[in-house]
Structures are given as structure tokens and as C-alpha cells.
């Protein structure tokens, strides 16, 4: 679901599209986000049990980030190998 609000009104629109559709309370869901954290607050909210998944564009991005202040200067090899263990090991989460 997508659209321009404020996360409150986001939050809102959220719960009413889960009801209509049957999906609140629901075991086993899963979200999918960017990693902005008013999106895992209004997850949290509504659905505190979901499983959190964070996009695969956003972790590369991230891994660079944090690359960079770990390492300084070009990190290309690190975080190639992070994004190989990602995509071809299906790491869930990265040593």
C-alpha cells in the first residue's frame, strides 16, 4: 500500500485496508519496508507479531552506509560480498 500522509494518517488508512480485506490479526504476516522507522512504528502498532522484512534495495544501501563509517574509502568488495551472501547463500541475516 502506498500513499501521501502523515504516518498517523497512513496508520489509519492502514488498519480500515486490513479490515476490509480480512488480513488484521492474521498469523504469520509479513511487511516489507524500506527500514524508515514511522513504517516499523505503525507495523509495530498494528501488527506487533508480523515479521519485518527489510527491501533488498534498502539493505545494499544500508550496507554501504555502514561500509563506509566502518571502513572509510571504497568498500565495493564488502559490500559485494554481503550482497552475495544475501542473494546467492539466502543469508537472513549478515556476520
Known amino acids: 500500500m502506498a500513499m501521501f500522509a502523515k504516518s498517523e ?12 480485506h480480512g488480513i488484521y490479526d492474521v498469523e504469520g504476516s509479513i511487511w516489507v519496508s ?12 498494528h501488527d506487533p507479531d508480523g515479521k519485518e522484512i527489510l527491501d533488498f534495495i534498502h539493505a545494499v544501501e544500508h ?26 547463500e539466502k543469508c537472513t541475516t549478515l556476520p
Open 63 to 88: 550496507l554501504s552506509e555502514v561500509s563506509s563509517e566502518i571502513y572509510g574509502g571504497s568498500t565495493d568488495m564488502f559490500v559485494n560480498r554481503k550482497v552475495y551472501l544475501l542473494i546467492f
Open 9 to 20: 494518517d497512513f496508520g489509519e488508512h492502514l488498519w480500515v485496508m486490513q479490515k476490509q
Open 34 to 45: 524500506d527500514g524508515a522507522k514511522w513504517e516499523w512504528k505503525q507495523k509495530r502498532y
